[in-house]
């Protein structure tokens, strides 16, 4: 689809935006609606666009599958690597009250239960982006068998 | 003036709906499958769900219109001509319909204050979400990933198994990274 010049640009134009929102619906998860599931698949169609119209070759040159690969599964142990780590701090699993600190509480940086949110929202973006780009490119990879 | 909208919108769904069933060119109804999704998430913002709307437009509109494209691609786009009508699939399907009809009856009107899932346990954590996440304004983002954090890790491990098993089925010819390790080790996983 690279050849149509309509499509090309209004592509190009829109994918940063896409981006943008994807991240907003990502980091303001905590106050605005959104989460890690939303912001993973709009970032994940970011990417899927971008396959579509300038082919599975270029798209694998930004996120190459064995990146992909390895995030899908990066998300989860993030997400469960933040319960082992309140419990090394000695709460429960997932008990984010553990994570409360006073490092730099004047610039905004999340503490306590925003930040155990932040952090099991972030893992559950990244395992979504992965999974949705890696079947698409296993979809789009797959050549015609008959 | 919004039962306007909400009418168009519902009354678009069931054209939308039927035109899909009705379609033989599978190309046109996978194009119709994505305006149902997109009318579904239009319909979610009506009742106040913008996540699920994005989900909605991203996933059923976006992702797996891409998805079943590209699987059209593989097969065929043609469904065989079917003239006979077939009594009994089309009593069983008008009579699920109907049960399911009966049943939303039973079911609390919209935005009924006196619904169950307004009664319990909803209140006590909109009293206490604000205070036990210390200002926290999204109390949805709180159930999920706090009071919930549980369901949510099992949710997103949920996604992390469907994606392995799409690889494990679909990853036979080389991918462009050429690997040949990953290779091996789906197909000793598949024939595990």
Known sequence: MKTFPIIRIIT????????????????????????GFQA???LASALILYGLVFGLHAVQRVAPPRTIEKM??????????????????????????????????????????????????????ITVTAVMTMIFYLFAGRRRVA | MSFLIDFSILAFLVITAVTIARLRDLWAAIMFTGIYSFLCAS???ILDAPDVAFTEAAVGAGISTVLMLG???????????CKRVRI??????????????????????????????HLYPSPSFVE???????????????????????????????????GIAVMLILRRDKTSSGDSVGKDSAGKGATK
């Not at chain 1, 190009?12 to 989460?35: C, M, R, S, T």
């Not at chain 1, 998300?75 to 997932?94: E, K, N, P, R």
């Not at chain 2, 699987?71 to 001509?81: D, H, I, S």
């Open chain 1, 12 to 35: 190009k134009i829109l994918i940063p935006y896409i981006l943008l929102f994807a991240f907003y619906v990502q980091f303001h998860g905590d106050y605005g609606p959104g989460g």
């Open chain 1, 40 to 42: 993973g698949v709009i």
């Open chain 1, 72 to 125: 899908m599964a990066l998300g989860v142990i993030l997400y469960a690597g933040t319960g082992f780590l309140t419990m090394f701090l000695g709460g429960h699993f997932l008990d984010y009250e553990m994570l409360e600190h006073d490092w730099l509480a004047d610039y905004g940086v999340p503490a306590g239960q925003h930040l155990g949110i932040f952090l099991v929202e972030c893992g559950v973006g």
């Open chain 2, 43 to 45: 319909w979610m913002l």
């Open chain 2, 71 to 81: 699987t059209l691609k593989l097969t065929g786009n043609r469904v065989p001509q």
């Open chain 2, 88 to 117: 009994m699939p089309l009593g069983l399907v008008i009579t699920t319909g109907l049960i399911l009809g009966y049943g939303t009856l039973d079911m609390p009107h919209f935005a009924d204050p006196q619904a169950p899932i």
């Open chain 2, 128 to 162: 206490r979400a604000l205070h036990d996440m210390h200002g926290l304004p999204n109390i949805v983002t709180s159930i999920l990933a706090s009071y919930r954090g549980y369901d949510t890790l099992g949710e997103t491990t949920v996604v992390l198994t469907a």
